[in-house]
Structure formats: structure tokens, C-alpha cells
């Protein structure tokens, strides 16, 4: 069964920090992996995603995030916070076979970014 | 930009109750699935379907759960008699190949 853990439910930053957000995912056959932003009162919104080739992948909003498979990682990064990055963040996988395939979401974490 | 529209944006019913929840996939997609959210926790898959029919299904998804894709455009979720426990957002999704289109979500809190 494939999992994925993100290590702190809250991150806060101030305005112009570096964003860290952890993921580890578990997959028993190469996986897919997400990362959404949620926004208050919205939905689910793709961030970026890594199927195959270059490990690091660009995102939106400036976000990127490096799929190491030695340390079965997907951690999310951006160079500078804006306030506007304020938002709850899930990582998800799901593998890589098949069409139809179930997406499993991790905890989530809580970004707040100070000014 | 296309998107996946889902209706009511927050349904409020009394517990013993149908609901039937709407959502209106991207039109050349071809995969749609339905997941929740009880406040606070996170997102879980309840359903996928493809081809008018059920590809997988969480053991959330009993038998008072159910799924439809009436007219070719809308795909439904309907709870027979809802629960306490069901209270949660609702998401659907649908998907061309492997990436999944989100919608807004709708709210159902079960008195």
C-alpha cells in the first residue's frame, strides 16, 4: 500500500524566507507525486507533479520540488515566501500503472507566513 | 480554462437523509473520482470511475454510497442515509491521464 508522511502539520515563515515542506511517501512500485495547495474555503489545486525523467520539477507560484529516491522524498521548496503562499499544502501519490488511479494524500501542512 | 464545477457549494441535511451531491467533470476527461475531507484531517479517496463503471473504491464507500454518470456530463454522488459521520467536504476530480483536475468542493454537514 503506498503511503506518505509530512513531517510538521504547521510551518511558519516570515515574508522572504526560504519554504521548506517535507514529504516521504512509501510505494511498493515507482510512484507519482503531487504536491496541491488548498486555499481557505477552496479546492485543490496542482502545485506540481513528478512522473518520470528530471527529478527536480518546476511548479507554479515559484515552487519546485526534487524526487529523491534514495531518501523517498518529495519535499517542496520556494526561495522566498510571499503572504500569498499562505495555504495548506498536501503531498500525494499514486502509482504509476495503470489509467485510473487513486491519489493518497498526506496530513497536509499548515503554511503561515509572517510579515 | 476549463474546470470541474461542483454543486451545491454547501448542503445542510437532517440525518437519516438522501443527498445526492453533483459535480460536472472536464469534458474530454475520462476518469473521475470522488474524495472527502472531514474537517480537519485529510483529503481520502472514496471512488474512481471509468468507462461507466466503478474502477476502485475505499472501504469508506459501502453500500450507502453510490455513484452515477446519468447524462454523459454530470457524475453524482449519492448518500442514501446520511450519518453524522459524513459531514465533510467533498471533492470531485476527473483526469484525462494522470493528472487530477480538482473542483471547488462541496460542504455537507449532517445534523
Known amino acids: 500500500a503506498q503511503s506518505v508522511t509530512q513531517l510538521g502539520s504547521h510551518v511558519s515563515v516570515s515574508e522572504g524566507a526560504l519554504v521548506l515542506l517535507r514529504c516521504n511517501y512509501s510505494s511498493s512500485v515507482p510512484p507519482y507525486l503531487f504536491w496541491y495547495v488548498q486555499y481557505p474555503n477552496q479546492g485543490l489545486q496542482l502545485l506540481l507533479k513528478?512522473?518520470?525523467?528530471?527529478?527536480l520539477v518546476k511548479g507554479i507560484n515559484g515552487f519546485e520540488a526534487e524526487f529523491k529516491k534514495s531518501e523517498t522524498s518529495f519535499h517542496l521548496t520556494k526561495p522566498s515566501a510571499h503572504m500569498s503562499d499562505a495555504a495548506e499544502y498536501f503531498c500525494?501519490?499514486?502509482?504509476?500503472?495503470?489509467?485510473?488511479?487513486?491519489?493518497?494524500f498526506g496530513k497536509g501542512t499548515k503554511l503561515t507566513v509572517n510579515p | 480554462e476549463p474546470e470541474v464545477t461542483q454543486t451545491p457549494s454547501h448542503q445542510v441535511t437532517q440525518m437519516g437523509q438522501e443527498v445526492i451531491l453533483r459535480c460536472v467533470p472536464i469534458?474530454?476527461?475520462?476518469?473521475f473520482y470522488w474524495y472527502r475531507q472531514i474537517l480537519g484531517q485529510k483529503v481520502e479517496f472514496l471512488v474512481s470511475f471509468y468507462n461507466n463503471e466503478i474502477s476502485e473504491k475505499s472501504e469508506i464507500f459501502d453500500d450507502q454510497f453510490s455513484v452515477e454518470r446519468p447524462d454523459g456530463s454530470n457524475f453524482t454522488l449519492k448518500i442514501r442515509s446520511t450519518k453524522l459521520e459524513d459531514s465533510a467536504m467533498y471533492f470531485c476530480?476527473?483526469?484525462?491521464?494522470?493528472?487530477?483536475?480538482f473542483g471547488p468542493g462541496t460542504r455537507l454537514t449532517v445534523l
Open positions: 513528478y512522473t518520470t525523467g528530471a527529478t
Open positions: 500525494a501519490v499514486s502509482k504509476v500503472q495503470g489509467g485510473s488511479e487513486k491519489l493518497v
Open positions: 476530480a476527473s483526469s484525462y491521464d494522470r493528472e487530477q483536475f
Open positions: 469534458s474530454n476527461h475520462l476518469y
